[in-house]
């Protein structure tokens, strides 16, 4: 898998968590259950808990998806794609994995995997960095 192809894809999953709360949301707003205003940041949620992991998957998505991206578009422009080609499958991979796990629940266990991908994420944009600064 490509660098930019992993980009395309985090960025689709990245949509379809947000579509995962916003077709929730939308009807029940436009048909007058709750104002519009009803999700406000700052304000608790009343939506169902897998709503609410969903909101949370997604919005730790957009955390990460501008750093890889730049990954990718930096390497490409130095000429050197096939760096991240090599390890761009993982962090989609990691990525996916810790939204899953997210949106399974909120036990010990199901956070501690989340911080380990994450950490994963993380860790291969680093190795990137230094692939690509080497």
Partial sequence: MTGFTAVLLYIGWTLL???SYATYRVPVALGGRKPIDHWERGKASDDPGVLQRAK???LNCLENLPLFAAIVIIAALLNKSAVVDAVA???LY???GQSVFHLIGTSFVLVLMRATLFLTQVGLMFYLLYQLLA
């Fill in 17 to 19: 968590l947000a579509l």
């Fill in 56 to 58: 949370g998957a997604h």
């Fill in 89 to 91: 499958a993982y962090v």
């Fill in 94 to 96: 990691a990525r996916i």
